[in-house]
Nanobody, 122 residues
């Protein structure tokens, strides 16, 4: 019973752009977040967005390059990634939370998608 499904990953050259989507089903979430995980590394916070879409939070490593947004009519959250770098290469996961705060710790989120691979070549 998967409730979050990511899409939009792929292979792109450094400096390029990708837009990830995360569609929710069966339930709604107050807060969405994106995390990423590279092989051999811990899962790290990327971005989060409040229920209204008016409050966002970004990791310093992506601030100014990535933009998180949501379309509540479609129960979908997006991650627009510009000026991609090889160090952005990872599996990107969408996470949902029913509370209203925007934590950066993975264990604070209730539901997770299956992940989508993003590979940035130099």
């Amino acid at each position: 019973q998967v409730q979050l499904v990511e899409s939009g990953g792929g292979l792109v050259q450094a400096g390029g752009s990708l837009r990830l989507s995360c569609a929710a089903s069966l339930r709604s979430f107050s807060v969405y977040a994106w995390f990423r995980q590279a092989p051999g590394k811990e899962r790290e916070f990327v971005a989060a967005i409040s229920g209204s879409g008016r409050t966002t939070d970004y990791a310093n490593s992506v601030k100014g390059r990535f933009t998180i947004s949501r379309d509540n009519a479609k129960n979908t959250v997006y991650l627009q990634m510009n000026s991609l770098k090889p160090e952005d290469t990872a599996v990107y996961y969408c996470a949902g939370r029913t509370s209203f705060s925007l934590p950066t710790i993975p264990r604070e989120y209730d539901s997770w998608g299956q992940g989508t691979q993003v590979t940035v070549s130099s």
